[in-house]
């Protein structure tokens, strides 16, 4: 089991960048693979990155490439997802979630376990 907190949402401005963090309890960090997602008002949730257990791979939805990072501190049971040149497309509620699976999935239906979310609003 493990509970998931993010933090560091805010209002911005675009072309600004924010860190998110996602903050795990539980000593089994290190054995789930960790997603970010974000809900808009109106819209399905979507991936936006995921990286596996050591952190060697991540993955990226195309709206985001080049522009997100996502990362991982294993002894601080920490994931992160760095976000820069920020556009009002990008405002939603960011959820991080940990996730079982052999791979880095994509879809949210496989990831057991998630946050309560984080609001992340850019301003034009």
């Known amino acids: 089991q493990v509970q998931l907190v993010e933090s560091g949402g805010g209002l911005v401005q675009a072309g600004d960048s924010l860190r998110l963090s996602c903050a795990a309890s539980g000593r089994t960090f290190s054995s789930y693979v960790m997603g970010w997602f974000r809900q808009a008002p109106g819209k399905e949730r979507e991936f936006m990155a995921g990286?596996?257990?050591?952190?060697?791979?991540?993955y990226y939805a195309d709206s985001v490439k080049g522009r997100f990072t996502i990362s991982r501190d294993n002894a601080q049971n920490t994931v992160y997802l760095q976000m820069n040149s920020l556009k009002p497309e990008d405002t939603a509620v960011y959820y991080c979630a940990a996730s079982l699976s052999v791979g880095v999935p994509s879809t949210a239906g496989a990831y057991n376990h998630w946050g309560q979310g984080t609001q992340v609003t850019v301003s034009s």
């Open positions: 990286i596996n257990w050591s952190g060697s791979r991540a």
